[in-house]
């Protein structure tokens, strides 16, 4: 079963050339990834439109991904030319090592600028990412108060302002941007199940079929443990959605699976981490 999905609304085509040109007017971007899809959540078109400008990786929702893979990520990015910093936007985890990180990426332009006898001068940072990634969150927790509206939903950030978040470091706050295709389906499974892309532009049914196709061949033991059921090899998607019906009550007149209820709750009980952790893009030998 495939699932297949493109989006791209109008105003993420109106983010993405906003974000070209608040590029040149920043020193480092800091781009946040969902740790449980650490590949799919890193957006391409943001590799060109960076140039050689530096760039630290937030990795977000660690506390809901899979530990030993997000330690094989961790690893594999770090190879890469820029540091990787764990943050979790609910707690503040990882907040204090981040703007460390993006101090020291901005060292060598604060450098020339002492050269060339500039001083006072703020290190302007760009936090970047694809949306309901928890941009805002951490936004809040740099700020030390809720100044940023955020909501669980994606896409309802919206404006933009700079805010100190240290002596000598602004950071600009930007809208989540998508790319205009997926050319991998997998991406826009990932993306979707993980709440990027809103629930009403795809087939929640296919999701959640695959997701739980995926979720049984990799993670069994955590969909037995969240809605008190056994499985074996031989159930078939379809036989995991009832048993998960039967053991929620989520059933109709006369005993009839309700599919929309178990949808619904599958869905809910991922993008929440109520399920338990878990990690669908594998870390590749090499990144």
């Given at each position: 079963m495939e699932f297949k999905i493109q989006w791209f609304p109008g105003h993420m085509t109106k983010a993405k050339r906003m974000m070209?040109?608040?590029l040149k007017l920043v020193d480092v971007v800091i781009e946040m990834l969902d740790a449980r899809i650490p590949r799919s959540s890193s957006n391409p078109m943001l590799i060109d439109m960076l140039g050689n400008k530096p760039k630290v990786v937030a990795l977000n929702k660690t506390d809901m991904a899979d530990a030993e893979k997000t330690e094989l990520w961790i690893k594999g990015l770090k190879n890469k030319s820029f540091s990787v910093?764990?943050?979790?936007?609910a707690t503040g985890k990882g907040v204090k090592q981040l703007i460390a990180a993006a101090q020291m990426a901005a060292r060598p332009i604060s450098e020339k600028w002492a050269k060339k006898g500039v001083k006072n001068r703020s290190i302007r940072v760009m936090i970047v990412g694809v949306p309901n990634v928890g941009k805002s969150t951490l936004i809040n927790?740099?700020?030390?108060?809720?100044?940023?509206?955020?909501?669980?939903?994606p896409g309802v950030t919206r404006g933009q302002q700079w805010i100190t978040i240290a002596k000598g470091l602004e950071l600009l706050d930007t809208p989540g941007v998508l790319w205009p295709k997926f050319e991998d389906p997998q991406v826009g499974f990932d993306l979707a199940v993980t709440g990027a892309i809103k629930e009403e532009v795809?087939?929640?049914?296919?999701?959640?079929?695959v997701l739980l196709e995926k979720l049984q061949k990799e993670y069994p033991a955590q969909i037995c443990e969240t809605y008190g059921i056994e499985l074996s090899e031989a159930d078939t998607v379809r036989d995991i959605e009832t048993k998960i019906a039967k053991a929620r009550g989520c059933l109709k007149a006369g005993g009839l699976l309700d599919l929309d209820k178990v949808i619904q709750l599958?869905?809910?009980?991922?993008?929440?981490?109520?399920m338990g952790s878990f990690t669908l893009n594998e870390p590749p030998r090499s990144l």
């Amino acid at each position: 079963m495939e699932f297949k999905i493109q989006w791209f609304p109008g105003h993420m085509t109106k983010a993405k050339r906003m974000m070209e040109t608040q590029l040149k007017l920043v020193d480092v971007v800091i781009e946040m990834l969902d740790a449980r899809i650490p590949r799919s959540s890193s957006n391409p078109m943001l590799i060109d439109m960076l140039g050689n400008k530096p760039k630290v990786v937030a990795l977000n929702k660690t506390d809901m991904a899979d530990a030993e893979k997000t330690e094989l990520w961790i690893k594999g990015l770090k190879n890469k030319s820029f540091s990787v910093v764990q943050v979790n936007c609910a707690t503040g985890k990882g907040v204090k090592q981040l703007i460390a990180a993006a101090q020291m990426a901005a060292r060598p332009i604060s450098e020339k600028w002492a050269k060339k006898g500039v001083k006072n001068r703020s290190i302007r940072v760009m936090i970047v990412g694809v949306p309901n990634v928890g941009k805002s969150t951490l936004i809040n927790r740099l700020v030390g108060r809720t100044k940023v509206v955020t909501e669980n939903r994606p896409g309802v950030t919206r404006g933009q302002q700079w805010i100190t978040i240290a002596k000598g470091l602004e950071l600009l706050d930007t809208p989540g941007v998508l790319w205009p295709k997926f050319e991998d389906p997998q991406v826009g499974f990932d993306l979707a199940v993980t709440g990027a892309i809103k629930e009403e532009v795809f087939d929640r049914g296919i999701a959640v079929d695959v997701l739980l196709e995926k979720l049984q061949k990799e993670y069994p033991a955590q969909i037995c443990e969240t809605y008190g059921i056994e499985l074996s090899e031989a159930d078939t998607v379809r036989d995991i959605e009832t048993k998960i019906a039967k053991a929620r009550g989520c059933l109709k007149a006369g005993g009839l699976l309700d599919l929309d209820k178990v949808i619904q709750l599958v869905l809910r009980d991922f993008k929440t981490g109520r399920m338990g952790s878990f990690t669908l893009n594998e870390p590749p030998r090499s990144l």
